[in-house]
């Protein structure tokens, strides 16, 4: 599997501060994409990076990709309370998978508080 | 408004009888697909569908089928449900243009206990 995993599994920090989570994966990909989840709710798109890009711009959203390490990174900048929900990368790969089976990691839980 | 929309949103049924969660969107999407998450696992993909009639079981197909006989619909079934069936259900969906991944669009869920 390819599962991509993210780093760390909680994250607590006040608001105003930058959050920073990480996700590896294991097999080469086409996209990485980022999704939000707020408790129970349904997943909410982020942001897509192509394999050929290393960094792309959302609002407060900056994602890097690393091909070469396998890993990319989503930064949300001057956090809010609002920001707080669980945030999950998905792979599709190029061999075994490709983009119909999008494969997702087990998250990173993030508190931001008042 | 773009929607998936999932069908129960909650169901407490007994093991072996058998359920269907329906998913519908107004997308005119291409793809659909069926996922269950578990605490600790993520997202697990169950079934997928690339358009009508055509379906290919994802990672963890075991106990369920779907159908697709129209775009807009992709029913998820359990047959005979047990009670590690237990779980939140999501539907997703998304265009398909030229083989490159879109955004998934997901249903609020569907939370599912069998007894």
């Known amino acids: 599997s390819q599962q991509g995993e993210e780093d760390p599994q909680a994250l607590s920090i006040q608001e105003g501060e930058n959050a920073t989570m990480n996700c590896s994966y294991k097999t080469s990909i086409n996209n990485l994409q980022w999704y939000r989840q707020n408790s129970g709710r349904g997943l909410v798109h982020l942001i897509l990076i192509r394999s050929n890009e290393r960094e792309k711009h959302s609002g407060r959203l900056r994602v890097t990709l690393d091909t070469s390490k396998k890993s990319s990174s989503l930064l949300i900048t001057a956090s809010r309370a609002a920001d707080t929900a669980s945030y999950f990368c998905a792979t599709d790969g190029i061999l075994n998978t490709g983009f119909q089976k999008l494969v997702f990691g087990t998250g990173t839980r993030l508190l931001v508080s008042p | 408004e773009a929607q998936v929309t999932q069908n129960p949103r909650y169901l407490i049924t007994v093991t072996g009888k058998k359920l269907t969660v329906t998913c519908s969107q107004n997308?005119?999407?291409?793809?659909m697909s069926w996922y269950r998450q578990d605490p600790g696992l993520g997202l697990r993909q169950i079934y997928y569908?690339?358009?009508?009639?055509?379906?290919d079981k994802g990672d963890v197909p075991e106990g369920y089928k779907v159908s697709r006989k129209e775009k807009r619909n992709f029913p998820l079934i359990l047959e005979s449900p047990s009670p590690n069936q237990t779980s939140l259900y999501f539907c997703?969906?998304?265009?398909?243009?030229?083989?490159?991944?879109?955004?998934?669009?997901f249903g609020e869920g569907s939370r599912l206990t069998v007894l």
């Open positions: 997308m005119n999407h291409e793809y």
């Open positions: 569908s690339m358009n009508v009639e055509v379906t």
């Open positions: 997703a969906s998304t265009i398909v243009l030229g083989g490159n991944t879109g955004e998934l669009f």
